[in-house]
């Protein structure tokens, strides 16, 4: 039970989350005051973030970094309660440390242009719709960690394909909801800026695609030894 909720696991998943958020609404701040910087270099800042620590660290925690995705971990019973509560909390500390240092290291004009990076709904978007597609866009990522991070058949590719699924939710649904898929990329920019407009949306919307994919994947496409 000591190693249930191992602190180096969840050192992990802050460091993880924090890395999400730096540079992904980093990316955010900085394309306020550079035209050369949009959605594909946002996409790829995202993606990359995520990449890059699944392969580093998910030997370590199994590289989660979102509430999201350890929720769908914790309904497939494949991580206890103690330590989900535990990765949730380190992950959202981990993504308003992310915030506290842009406060504290970028350029005042640029991160107050854009709100610290915090997602926002896009014109025409309501708040129903907007949590359908982070609904979708949440699946789509947690899909992808099962087939590739979770299932014994999985092709060994570390976070690539993780990271790769992060960069086209973006493209496909950055500017209608941010396409944060992720409360803990969500709360840091949020309680920093003081931008909570429509917040809900990116709690509730991955939560649910998250729960989805994981009980689809797991009583559809599992082999039933990977099950137990």
Do not use: C
């Given at each position: 039970?000591?190693?249930?909720?191992?602190?180096?696991?969840?050192?992990?998943?802050?460091?993880?989350?924090f890395?999400?958020?730096?540079?992904?609404a980093?990316?955010i701040?900085?394309?306020?005051?550079?035209?050369?910087?949009?959605?594909?270099?946002?996409a790829?800042?995202?993606?990359?973030?995520?990449?890059?620590?699944?392969?580093?660290?998910?030997?370590?925690s199994?590289?989660h970094f979102?509430?999201?995705?350890?929720?769908g971990?914790?309904?497939?019973?494949?991580?206890?309660?103690?330590?989900?509560?535990?990765?949730?909390l380190?992950?959202l500390?981990g993504g308003?440390?992310?915030?506290?240092?842009?406060?504290?290291?970028?350029?005042?004009?640029?991160?107050?242009?854009?709100?610290?990076g915090?997602?926002?709904l896009g014109?025409?978007?309501?708040?129903?719709?907007?949590?359908?597609?982070?609904?979708?866009?949440?699946?789509?990522?947690?899909?992808?960690?099962?087939?590739?991070?979770?299932?014994?058949?999985?092709?060994k590719?570390?976070g690539?394909?993780?990271?790769?699924?992060?960069?086209?939710?973006?493209?496909a649904?950055?500017p209608l909801?941010?396409a944060?898929?992720?409360?803990?990329?969500?709360?840091?920019?949020?309680?920093?800026?003081?931008q909570?407009?429509n917040?809900?949306?990116?709690?509730?919307?991955?939560?649910?695609?998250?729960?989805?994919?994981?009980?689809?994947?797991?009583?559809v496409?599992?082999?039933?030894?990977?099950?137990?």
């Amino acid at each position: 039970m000591l190693d249930a909720v191992d602190p180096r696991k969840l050192v992990a998943e802050a460091l993880g989350a924090f890395t999400l958020v730096f540079a992904g609404a980093g990316a955010i701040i900085l394309a306020s005051g550079n035209a050369n910087i949009g959605l594909v270099e946002i996409a790829l800042a995202h993606g990359l973030a995520i990449a890059l620590m699944a392969s580093a660290l998910g030997a370590v925690s199994g590289g989660h970094f979102n509430p999201a995705v350890t929720a769908g971990f914790w309904v497939t019973r494949r991580i206890g309660t103690p330590l989900a509560v535990g990765y949730v909390l380190a992950q959202l500390a981990g993504g308003i440390l992310a915030s506290l240092l842009h406060v504290l290291l970028f350029p005042e004009g640029l991160r107050e242009a854009a709100e610290l990076g915090a997602p926002m709904l896009g014109p025409g978007i309501g708040f129903g719709t907007a949590v359908g597609i982070e609904i979708i866009l949440t699946f789509f990522l947690v899909i992808v960690i099962f087939g590739t991070a979770v299932d014994s058949r999985a092709p060994k590719l570390g976070g690539i394909a993780i990271g790769l699924t992060i960069t086209m939710d973006i493209l496909a649904g950055g500017p209608l909801t941010g396409a944060v898929m992720n409360p803990a990329r969500a709360l840091g920019p949020a309680l920093l800026s003081g931008q909570w407009d429509n917040q809900l949306v990116w709690w509730i919307g991955p939560a649910i695609g998250g729960v989805l994919a994981a009980l689809l994947y797991h009583y559809v496409f599992m082999q039933p030894e990977d099950k137990k």
